[in-house]
């Protein structure tokens, strides 16, 4: 069963373009949601992050939207580049789980050159 | 320097053999996680401690178990491996007292069980 639900599988983008990717959960006592990216051969690494008192947070190109009624989040890269090429990853965990994540199944953005 | 660290970073084995991998973290982190990644299915957890007293089951913890030797070393150990254990396997850390629920991976060791 799986907690997180994360669309699309993989994402083909034009560089300058913007990627969405986005998930949707259901377990509504999750209160942190990271996102994280990985690269060919590297483990995951932590992009950007958002608790539920905010609807957005902005780390550069990278913004995540939270829609806590509709128990949705996503991830917006502007102005894509190449270097952006990765896996991402949306995780969620509750207070009480402590740091336990939950991920999401994953998306492979390409960006083209 | 890397401060998660795995080994074996690649292995080949056979089905029914008995298979140990290694995390070592200099972060100083308390807790320490075991994930396996599969294609579309994320990253799952096995197991995780929150201190080297601590052990506890995850998501998928059937076939696998685990041991935290000291604060800085977790390992993973397949009993009896099969194939379907064919899988990218993560060690992560992150710390009670960081005021961040940040885990930091590992490279990663790729299991393949024939």
């Known amino acids: 069963q799986q907690q997180v639900k994360q669309s699309p599988q993989s994402l083909i983008v034009q560089k300058g373009g913007i990627s969405i990717i986005n998930c949707a959960y259901e377990?509504?006592?999750?209160?942190?949601f990271p996102w994280y990216q990985q690269f060919p051969g590297k483990g995951p690494a932590l992009l950007i992050a958002i608790r539920p008192d905010v609807s957005e947070k902005k780390e550069g190109r990278f913004t995540i939207s939270f829609n806590k009624s509709a128990k949705q989040f996503s991830l917006h890269i502007m102005d894509s580049q190449p270097g952006d090429s990765a896996t991402y990853f949306c995780a969620a965990s509750t207070e009480t789980s402590g740091s336990r994540l939950t991920f999401g199944e994953g998306t492979q953005l390409t960006v083209n050159p | 320097d890397a401060d998660v660290t795995q080994t074996p970073r690649n292995r080949i084995t056979k089905t029914g053999k008995r298979i140990m991998l290694e995390c070592s973290q200099t972060?100083?982190?308390?807790?320490m996680y075991w994930y396996r990644q599969d294609p579309g299915l994320g990253l799952q957890l096995i197991y995780y401690?929150?201190?080297?007293?601590?052990?506890n089951k995850g998501e998928i913890s059937d076939g696998y178990s685990v041991s935290r030797q000291a604060q800085a070393k977790f390992s993973l150990s397949l009993e009896s491996a099969i194939p379907n254990q064919t899988a990218l396997y993560f060690c992560?850390?992150?710390?009670?007292?960081?005021?961040?629920?940040?885990?930091?991976f590992g490279p990663g060791t790729r299991l393949t069980v024939l």
């Open positions: 401690s929150f201190d080297v007293k601590d052990i």
């Open positions: 377990n509504t006592a999750f209160d942190y």
């Open positions: 972060k100083g982190h308390d807790r």
């Open positions: 992560a850390t992150s710390s009670l007292g960081a005021g961040s629920d940040e885990q930091f």
